[in-house]
C-alpha cells in the first residue's frame, strides 16, 4: 500500500466490518477488544494490513477530544458507539486481518511519559457516522 492512506466512509466500513470469515485457528483470535484495549507487544503486527483511516482531517487540523456516548456508555465500554466524528475515532485507522478479513481499529494514545497502541474489534452495528452531532 501506498503512504496514502484513504479516508473511508461510514458504509464502507461497515462493509469491511461484515468481510470477516470467522475461523477458530485464526491468529487474530489472540486479540480479545470489544472494548479498546492496550495492543500487546508480543502481537504478531504482520498479521494485519492497514486499510484506510476514518477520518479525513489534514495534519493541520486538530481532531477533537470530545468523546460520543448518549447512553450513558464510556470509552472503554464494548458497547461504546463507534461515532466516527468524535474522539477516539477521528484519529484511527482500520486494519484487517490478513487471513480471516476480522476488522480492528487503531490508534496511538500519548501520554505525558507512554505511548500506548490502542486497538479495538470493530462491531459495524454500532458504527455511526456522529461528524454532524
Same mark, same amino acid.
Given at each position: 500500500? %501506498?503512504d496514502?492512506?484513504p479516508?473511508? =466512509?461510514?458504509?464502507?466500513?461497515r462493509s469491511l466490518a461484515a468481510?470477516?470469515? #470467522?475461523?477458530?485457528d485464526c491468529p487474530?483470535?489472540a486479540?480479545?477488544?470489544p472494548g479498546?484495549?492496550?495492543? =500487546?507487544?508480543t502481537?504478531?503486527e =504482520?498479521?494485519?494490513?492497514?486499510?484506510?483511516?476514518?477520518s479525513?482531517?489534514?495534519?493541520?487540523?486538530e481532531p477533537t477530544?470530545e468523546e460520543y456516548h448518549?447512553d450513558g456508555?464510556r470509552?472503554? %465500554? #464494548?458497547?461504546? #458507539?463507534i461515532a466516527?466524528?468524535h474522539f #477516539?475515532?477521528?484519529?484511527?485507522e482500520?486494519w484487517?486481518?490478513?487471513?480471516?478479513?476480522?476488522a480492528?481499529l487503531?490508534?496511538?494514545?500519548?501520554?505525558?511519559?507512554?505511548?500506548?497502541?490502542?486497538?479495538?474489534?470493530l462491531n459495524r452495528a454500532l458504527?455511526?457516522? %456522529?461528524?454532524?452531532?
Open positions: 500500500m %501506498s496514502a492512506v479516508t473511508l =466512509s461510514a458504509d464502507a466500513i468481510q470477516h470469515r #470467522p475461523t477458530a487474530c483470535a486479540l480479545r477488544c479498546w484495549e492496550t495492543l =500487546s507487544a502481537f504478531d =504482520s498479521l494485519l494490513r492497514r486499510i484506510g483511516r476514518l479525513g482531517a489534514d495534519a493541520y487540523e477530544h448518549p456508555t470509552y472503554d %465500554s #464494548p458497547q461504546a #458507539p466516527l466524528g #477516539p475515532y477521528n484519529r484511527c482500520l484487517q486481518c490478513v487471513h480471516c478479513a476480522r480492528f487503531r490508534y496511538t494514545e500519548y501520554g505525558g511519559y507512554y505511548i500506548d497502541h490502542r486497538v479495538r474489534e458504527v455511526i457516522d %456522529s461528524a454532524n452531532t
